[in-house]
């Protein structure tokens, strides 16, 4: 194991989402999902499996918390599942689902543990999709930051910390383009429409949740990884580039530079959202911190047989299961382990972006995890994971990055979208038949490293 040495009020988490964990999809008055309607077709998800029980976070967030308390960890982040308080997606309140959400912010609060709450993870309420087309619709902006105005009204007093939108880029081309998530579209035309609303909704969005409460601090969550040419072919490098573009570019440069990368623009012309002037005003609206999720990194080729585009990446297509090639690691996912790329991020928002207060709020690694025995869940492949992708943090917190926290991926194992229970992320196993928790051996190390980090603190600093 690298050593790793970081500050001391580093922030150590875990993350969750809402569709993920928390089942109850169908109780004390919650809506239909976008989620709901897609799982529940035959042939969408690898196993066939739902998000129906998921892990029944819903009845068992208090053993959940228990054991966030057991792992040391300082702050929990969670989604709230749109449909859950709000069913049409608008306009009546479902106050049940609500007093869930305050139960379990207060078990949060009672054992010291900070909330980070995502107000969209992709749990689009069906109503919307189904009236207004969801986020292809301009309207869904304004209806986005009613909702989080509501919930910040109704939660604000137990969170001071709020994310807006959980990876709008793979939202707006899994969901849009590629078909692989809900909604299910495969339709070029909408992915950079979908793309701009959303950016929309987050600035609408951050302003709501300041008029309600001033003193929120307020972020978004990205998915950013460094893309590189599988060859040094100009053909290669020009599909990096706009993969670049289609990935990373497309959140960072509205966000941060108020437009729209231009290459990639000019490629989809015909498919570009009108975009209106005030816009930007909302789009750039200043956050307090920015959420990097950042699980590998990609290489790009040119693919002559993409319509547009012409660029496609190796690991699009997830694997079986994990595996070695050419001495590189790769996990169950087939993304590569490569510690680096989270530097590379890092340093890129710092010298490109205004180095912006950064959050890592999700990291991990899915691996062939074995069922326990003995109470004890061997995983020492997801150990190095995160050791390596933490020792990364600290050396570009060291070159001047502004890091602030750690939110490894996940806590528990969980529905893992259009792979089901296929694959395991979590530092908690998860029996999906008894439902039953067991901490694995990466947790069981978090917990030690997070005990390590504070003691050396208190000890004034010396490793």
Request: contains cysteine; glycine residues 8%.
């Amino acid at each position: 194991m690298m050593k790793v040495d970081l500050p001391g009020d580093f922030i150590y988490g875990a993350a969750t989402a809402a569709y993920q964990v928390e089942g109850a999809w169908n109780e004390e008055g919650r809506g239909e999902s976008i989620w709901d309607s897609f799982a529940h077709k035959k042939g969408t998800i690898r196993d066939g499996s739902t998000g129906d029980v998921a892990c029944d976070h819903y009845h068992r967030y208090s053993e959940d918390v228990a054991i966030m308390k057991t792992l040391n960890l300082d702050a929990y982040r969670f989604s709230i599942s749109w449909p859950r308080v709000l069913p049409e997606g608008k306009g009546r309140i479902n106050h049940r689902g609500l007093d869930f959400y305050k139960k379990l912010l207060d078990s949060l609060l009672e054992h010291d543990i900070t909330p980070y709450v995502t107000l969209f993870h992709w749990d689009l309420p069906f109503s919307l999709q189904d009236t207004f087309g969801g986020f292809y619709s301009r309207q869904c902006s304004d209806y986005f930051a009613d909702y989080a105005a509501m919930v910040a009204k109704e939660l604000g007093d137990r969170v001071g910390n709020w994310i807006t939108l959980n990876e709008p880029q793979d939202y707006a081309s899994n969901g849009h383009f590629l078909g692989e998530h809900a909604p299910g579209h495969k339709r070029v035309w909408e992915y950079l429409k979908v793309m701009h609303h959303l950016l929309l909704g987050h600035g609408k969005a951050v302003q709501s949740i300041k008029a309600v409460r001033p003193e929120s601090r307020v972020g978004i969550t990205l998915n950013l990884m460094p893309v590189h040419p599988r060859t040094e072919s100009e053909k290669d490098k020009n599909a990096a580039d706009l993969a670049d573009q289609f990935m990373n570019r497309i959140t960072l440069d509205p966000l941060f530079r108020g437009s729209y990368p231009e290459k990639l623009f000019h490629t989809l012309r015909w498919f570009k959202p009108k975009v209106k002037e005030q816009d930007w005003e909302y789009i750039t609206t200043g956050i307090d911190f920015l959420g990097v999720n950042n699980y590998t990194r990609e290489f790009a080729y040119h693919a002559w047989y993409i319509p547009l585009l012409h660029t496609w990446m190796t690991g699009a297509d997830i694997a079986e299961t994990e595996y070695e090639e050419n001495g590189r690691q790769y996990t169950s996912m087939g993304w590569e382990v490569f510690p680096r790329g989270m530097y590379d991020v890092l340093m890129r928002l710092k010298n490109e972006y205004g180095n912006p207060p950064v959050l890592v709020t999700e990291n991990g690694a899915a691996f062939d995890d074995a069922p326990p025995v003995n109470g004890r869940v061997p995983d020492e492949k997801r150990v190095q994971f995160i050791n390596g992708y933490l020792h990364m943090i600290a050396r570009a917190l060291q070159d001047g990055a502004d890091v602030r926290g750690y939110f490894v991926w996940s806590l528990l194992d969980n529905f893992e979208w259009s792979v089901g229970f296929t694959k395991r992320f979590g530092i908690v196993y998860v029996n999906y038949e008894t439902l039953e928790r067991t901490i694995k051996d990466s947790g069981l190390w978090y917990m030690d490293f997070i005990k390590s980090q504070k003691n050396r603190q208190d000890e004034g600093g010396e490793g």
